[in-house]
């Protein structure tokens, strides 16, 4: 058995829960760095986990490629797709009128968040990890 944990997926930014318009939307405080991963990167580790799954039999492996806060992702995501976004700040209240759950992932996100060796992970395993500009810049 091989777990795989990723941290938040880079591609819910630009779903409607974060992607508002031209407003990258959260409750994340303007300086809270959030590690995120590209889904990409889950399938090498979950290939991984079956071409090496006697080597990696037994682990638990936290997964994340890039750490960055989210008005730094939204000016990644303004140069990297073309188009003018801001950041903007809205009280955990405002997304718990939609869903509970979200609310204690971002409240979770805010005061523990994830702690993945991102370097640990590129030279343990070999690969190059997809950095958020990256992420971007594919999808442009």
Known sequence: TVILRPVFFMENLVSPWFLNGANLVSTLN???TLQMIAVEDIGVFGAMAFTHAERLN?????????AVTLPDATATLSRELGRSLTYLQIPVSEVRKNSEDFALMLEWFERTGYNADIAGLEREFGVKLTSLEAWARKRA
């Open 58 to 66: 037994g682990r638990e492996i936290d997964l994340a490629g890039d």
């Open 30 to 32: 303007p300086g809270t």
